[in-house]
């Protein structure tokens, strides 16, 4: 596959560089520890939010800093974690007299890694909270996690701690904030073709002309099953019905549907694929008061989707309303 690659080991790097040179002065980049983060960060009057993930996943989760999401991202290579000095020199950096929340994706190594940053920081003592995201219900468990994996559902936590901070929340009120978000989220996703890491240059995993991959992880992870490919309407049948049965959600709930591409697919492709989950969840008698078309978490240039659904209460959708400025902006 042809790629827009010059040394694949810099490939992080000048990704960054070219965000941080893209946000007009608005954040700020540290190449010793893959850093990208608000250049008006730390502030003594609100929690500094951090999350750092493998890249790869863009926008997830660099392109997530700015006002009322992140304040700042440390990731790793290409699907690999951040080392543990990274999340360390981050907490660091962005130290607030409130505190700071660390959003970590459920893999292993993320895990590792901010157990051991969180570690070294308090014991400079540094108050430290965490938030968990384990939204997909593909698997219960594999060789990449340490249960449910975080996927396209990790947005909404980001979105509802980025704008209780905004308005000032206390850490423990924002750790017991993101694990309900959490909760009453759930994510499945779907590939029609694998990707090929810079590093690797061939793809993680073959599919068939014919083939799907139903439940796929962002770094490739087997899923549920893989099976000939149906009718978008059948399969997205699949991806909702697992969603949803699974929290489960209930006749008459409001929520916020979110289809997100994995980086290879169409955005007219996504809105055909809202429009049935749009429909098949009215049907399933829920309420659709929030969408979300567009990519939020992909993997490199892997074709397919996911589709995330959250069970909506009045201060979500608050707080999902309030005004957020990141560097994925469209215009």
């Known amino acids: 596959m042809k790629k827009f690659v010059n040394d694949p080991r810099q490939f992080v790097p000048e990704m960054l560089t070219g965000i ?92 590792l890694a901010f157990d051991m940053g969180r570690e070294l920081a308090e014991a400079e003592g540094l108050k430290i909270g965490t938030v968990i995201v384990d939204d997909d219900v593909a698997v219960k468990d594999s060789t990449y996690t340490v249960g449910r994996r975080g996927v396209a559902g990790n947005f909404f936590v980001i979105k509802a701690l980025g704008a209780a901070s905004a308005d000032g929340a206390e850490l423990d009120d924002l750790v017991a904030l993101g694990n309900r978000v959490n909760s009453v989220t759930r994510s499945m996703g779907m590939a029609l073709t694998s990707c090929i890491p810079p590093a ?55 929520v916020a549907v979110m289809v997100n591409g994995l980086g290879g697919t169409p955005i007219t492709k996504l809105y055909v694929i809202y429009a049935k989950a749009h429909e098949l969840a009215e049907k399933a008698g829920l309420k659709v008061v929030r969408n979300y078309v567009g990519e939020y978490c992909t993997s490199l240039e892997m074709a397919g989707c996911s589709l995330t659904l959250i069970k909506l209460d009045d201060e979500l959708k608050e707080l999902f309303a309030a005004p957020a400025e990141i560097a994925a902006r469209i215009f």
């Open 20 to 111: 941080q040179l893209a946000s007009d002065g608005a954040l700020k980049y540290e190449p010793k520890y893959n850093l990208l983060y608000r250049a008006d960060m730390p502030r003594d009057d609100k929690v500094s939010i951090i999350q750092g993930s493998g890249s790869g996943h863009e926008p997830a989760h660099v392109m997530a800093v700015g006002p009322g999401m992140l304040d700042a991202a440390c990731p790793g290579d290409v699907f690999a974690a951040p080392p543990s000095d990274y999340v360390y020199e981050t907490s660091k950096l962005l130290a607030s007299d409130k505190g700071i929340l660390h959003i970590i994706n459920n893999y292993t190594g993320d895990r």
């Open 200 to 254: 690797k240059g061939s793809p993680l995993f073959e599919l068939g002309d014919d083939e799907v991959e139903m439940g796929v992880g962002i770094h490739g992870e087997p899923g549920r099953r893989r099976e000939k490919i149906r009718s978008a309407d059948e399969m997205i049948d699949d991806l909702l019905e697992a969603v949803v049965t699974d929290l489960p959600y209930s006749s008459g709930d409001e």
